[in-house]
Every structure is written in structure tokens, then in C-alpha cells.
Nanobody
């Protein structure tokens, strides 16, 4: 198994915080990126954020800029998504994905450049 996503979802109140984590069984030297995606009911999948391992570049969708932060812990083979100041529009199924090989920014944002997908979990933001 290349990696497993442990995404602790659940119900959180507006303005609250939640942290998602994705743990890889191992990092390969040529692994390219890990991204977080979400899909709300009736909507298309949205690329929320990704981190490029080759240069440390971090992408954020406009909808989450300033509220979400992606990070990597090499010692734990893990990538995290810290989500703060959540609002009901953030309600969605969240999942992480791994790009083993080099992919364009566009493909990483869309998910087309991802090779492995973790199981998603529902995050509900509601009072």
C-alpha cells in the first residue's frame, strides 16, 4: 500500500478548526506532490491545496487562502491540512492524493496529475 490517508472528519461549528492528515508508507526521493481535494454535494471536485516536494511550492485555492495551511513532516512521512475559520461552504468530502511523477501545476490542481487517491471523509461545518 503506497499510502493511507487518515482524515478525521466530522462536524465542526462555523469559525472552528480541523486538521486533516495523510501518511505515506514511505516517501520516495522522486515523489512529486501531495494534494488535498474536496467535493461538495452536487458540485465538481475542487483542488484545495497541494505541496510540491521538489521546491516546496504550496498552492491554495482562492476559496481557502488565508484560512488553510498545508505542511509536511518528513520524519512522519505525513502531509497535513490545517483548516481554520471554517464556514458552511467548506462542507464537503475531503481526500488526499499523491503524485509520484512530475506533473504540471494545472494537472496537480485538477487532480489529473495524481496517481494515488486516499479514501475521503465528510467534513460538515454547521451550527
Amino acid at each position: 500500500l503506497r499510502f493511507s490517508c487518515r482524515v478525521w472528519g466530522g462536524l465542526v461549528q462555523p469559525g472552528g478548526s480541523l486538521r486533516l492528515s495523510c501518511t505515506l508508507s514511505r516517501f520516495r526521493l522522486d515523489d512529486w506532490a501531495v494534494g488535498w481535494f474536496r467535493q461538495a454535494p452536487g458540485k465538481e471536485r475542487e483542488g484545495v491545496s497541494y505541496i510540491n516536494f521538489s521546491d516546496g511550492y504550496k498552492y491554495y485555492a482562492d476559496s481557502v487562502k488565508g484560512r488553510f495551511a498545508i505542511s509536511r513532516d518528513k520524519t512522519k512521512n505525513s502531509v497535513y491540512l490545517q483548516m481554520d475559520n471554517l464556514n458552511p461552504e467548506d462542507t464537503a468530502v475531503y481526500s488526499c492524493a499523491l503524485a509520484e511523477e512530475a506533473s504540471s501545476d494545472r494537472d496537480l490542481r485538477s487532480g489529473e496529475g495524481m496517481d494515488y487517491w486516499g479514501k475521503g471523509t465528510l467534513v460538515t461545518v454547521s451550527s
